[in-house]
């Protein structure tokens, strides 16, 4: 865990220089596109010291001066697979997004949506050194939770204190300067697959850019999608990406668990391009223009010309109908939905005071889909867009920049996470999970 903490430390650090020059660029490198986003930070984003200022407040501090998206290359399941080919996607979209801005960037912060990510809930607690609480003491007591065996393969990617008590008062968002004998934290860690990861950070590096902080995509999309009063009460956003659809739990402003299913858009399209024996891209086109996983009466008699290049005039003018393109695309979406529904409840969510989801990324856009949601999930759904920031580009508004706008907010105004704070090196997290996950008993 040393090595870990030593690294994210040092990304917090090329994090710092970035918004200290006023320009940091973002870049979410997904299944189906890769964005770039290049922020300008002003003063009020970057001056006195650090805080966890809320995910709604980031707003004011920045503005996006350069924006450009290119279609993924080599990236499946929300993780790379071709090298060589998602470093040219990189490079192409970074220098588009340069030149409209019209400057370099150096410092590059990177979302990632694969990974096989798990949550625990960790817990410990620390007595105080003179009464009052100070970073010290926070450091000491993050370093007291207890760690789970999560094996090895797997890399740390958050770790962010959710809860605080002092004595017998419990509930606080920042513990600093409150009188007590006893500090009691419990966190969030969420951990990734290590090559996924590794090979991330390899591919920014060979774009010859330094990275200045990782952030999970289901995270992300979950800052710029939920309003704070979901943020506050307990909702879920489901990040319906190309290659994979992430899932968060936020509560009280803070995401307390995260996974991912290993499926997309990309699948129910590979569905549409077999079942119809038409080529991927005629099937992408056919899906954006016709799809739906609601059928009605009127969808028998609306006739879809399948078109295509083939050079047979026969099989270049098929037609189907759209009841029909329903009945290839709808089982996949449900499989999709069957599977968040599982991890919802492996998680607990039904214990939370609100049970709100919202539906976000690409794929969410397909017609009919927040009613099919409502009936599999049980709760109440709704489409959500991502928050508005200023200077960002009309084209990159939809649920598709969801997890690339939550990353401008992450990159400007990151909450606090460990190794924001000095640990005793003496005092790294032991591993045990006898503790590990009271506070999901406790508070769910």
Same mark, same amino acid.
């Given at each position: 865990?040393?090595? =870990? ?30 964005a ?27 503005r ?34 340069q030149?409209?801005?019209?400057t370099?960037?150096d ?6 949506a694969?990974?096989m ?24 007591? =993050? ?18 204190p ?36 590794s090979? !991330? ?9 330094e ?35 992430g ?28 079942? =119809? ?66 991890? !919802? ?26 009613? !099919? ?18 200077? =960002? ?52």
């Amino acid at each position: 865990m040393t090595d =870990l903490y030593r690294k994210q430390r040092a990304m917090r650090g090329l994090r710092r220089t970035a918004l200290q020059r006023g320009v940091v660029a973002v870049l979410d490198i997904g299944s189906t596109k890769i964005a770039c986003l290049i922020l300008r930070l002003e003063p009020a984003a970057h001056g006195g010291e650090e805080e966890a200022v809320g995910p709604m407040a980031g707003q004011a501090g920045f503005r996006v001066i350069g924006a450009a998206t290119t279609r993924a290359r080599g990236v499946e399941f929300g993780e790379i697979a071709a090298m060589q080919e998602t470093e040219r996607a990189v490079r192409t979209a970074v220098q588009a997004a340069q030149k409209m801005a019209q400057t370099r960037v150096d410092h590059v912060i990177a979302c990632m949506a694969g990974g096989m990510p798990r949550s625990y809930g960790l817990a410990g607690a620390v007595d105080t050194l003179d009464g009052t609480v100070d970073e010290g003491d926070i450091g000491r007591v =993050l370093a007291a939770c207890e760690m789970p065996p999560f094996g090895d393969g797997r890399e740390v990617l958050h770790a962010q204190p959710v809860n605080f008590a002092v004595d017998d008062r419990t509930g606080l968002g920042d513990p600093r300067g409150q009188t007590g004998r006893q500090l009691a934290c419990d966190m969030h860690l969420l951990t990734v697959d290590a090559r996924a990861l590794s090979n !991330l950070v390899h591919c920014i590096s060979r774009c010859d850019l330094e990275l200045a902080g990782v952030a999970s995509s289901a995270y992300a999309a979950g800052m710029s999608s939920l309003v704070e009063d979901e943020q506050e009460l307990g909702a879920a956003c489901i990040d319906m990406g190309g290659g994979a659809t992430g899932l968060s739990i936020f509560i009280k402003k803070h995401m307390i668990y995260a996974d991912s299913v290993r499926m997309g858009g990309v699948h129910v399209t590979s569905d549409i391009a077999k079942g =119809l024996q038409v080529p991927l891209a005629v099937a992408e086109r056919i899906k954006t223009l016709y799809g739906g996983v609601v059928a009605t009466g009127v969808d028998d008699r609306e006739m879809i010309e399948i078109g295509g290049d083939s050079g047979d005039w026969e099989r270049d003018r098929r037609t189907v109908s759209r009841t029909e393109l329903i009945g290839i695309m709808r089982p996949r979406v449900e499989e999709i939905l069957e599977e968040v529904r599982a991890r !919802l409840d492996a998680a607990g969510f039904e214990h939370l005071p609100s049970q709100s989801i919202v539906l976000t990324g690409g794929a969410s856009q397909i017609p009919g889909l927040d009613g !099919l949601a409502a009936r599999i999930l049980g709760s109440q759904v709704r489409l959500g867009r991502p928050l508005r920031v200023r200077g =960002l580009p009309q084209a990159a508004t939809g649920p598709d920049f969801s997890g690339t706008v939550g990353l401008c907010l992450f990159a400007a105004h990151p909450q606090d996470e460990w190794w924001d704070f000095d640990a005793p090196t003496a005092q790294y997290p032991a591993r045990s999970l006898r503790r590990a996950l009271r506070w999901f008993r406790e508070h769910w």
